[in-house]
């Protein structure tokens, strides 16, 4: 019995400590010191929430850099499906998905040839939500966002150039380019040539 008695009160003891103070010290040291990382990296413009650093979302229009495709969700970019196809290199619906994808970055991009066309804007990443595109991802789109914006090529190129993140302490990792904030920083500059 006393046994017994002491396997409770351990579980009990457990419980309280993985369960509840546990939880509840790193949350409050999350609010305290990352608030804005730990509620999502949310980014607000006039009082709405219009999308998450962290999160890839759906971009078609001619007028916006495009994302990498997604096969999270059945329409993509479904935060609350994700993860990648997890197929294999010989998978036919792999092969058929991916040149799907090249036949429509092909059409959105004239003048690009399919040897030019990243990796990255033919193939899901493995959430399915990856929020950066390569540099050679976004180089690609520049003509057609700029020839849809009425921009020049070069305040395009530019954008992309200040919103390209290097890698890590210089060594890890692979530049990144997020596509809201680009997309925003596009927006914004419309914005201000009114």
Request: no cysteine; aromatic share 6%; hydrophobic share 40%.
């Amino acid at each position: 019995m006393r046994t017994l008695l002491s396997a409770i009160a351990m579980v009990i003891a457990l419980t309280v400590v993985t369960g509840i103070i546990y939880p509840l010290a790193v949350y409050v040291i999350a609010q305290t010191a990352f608030p804005w990382q730990a509620n999502g990296s949310l980014i607000v413009r006039s009082g709405q929430v219009i999308g998450s650093e962290l999160i890839g979302q759906s971009f078609t229009q001619a007028r916006y850099f495009h994302p990498r495709p997604s096969d999270a969700g059945a329409r993509g970019y479904d935060a609350s499906d994700s993860g990648g196809s997890n197929l294999g290199p010989t998978n036919r619906k792999l092969i058929d998905d991916v040149r799907d994808a090249l036949h429509k970055v092909l059409e959105e991009n004239p003048g690009a040839t399919p040897q030019q066309v990243p990796t990255g804007m033919v193939t899901a990443s493995g959430s399915g939500l990856d929020p950066e595109i390569s540099p050679a991802d976004a180089q690609l789109q520049v003509a057609r966002v700029a020839k849809a914006r009425g921009l020049s090529p070069d305040v395009v190129e530019g954008l992309v150039r200040e919103h390209t993140r290097p890698r890590f302490a210089g060594v890890f990792g692979e530049p990144g380019v997020n596509v809201l904030d680009l997309n925003l920083a596009l927006d914004h500059l419309g914005q201000r040539q009114r």
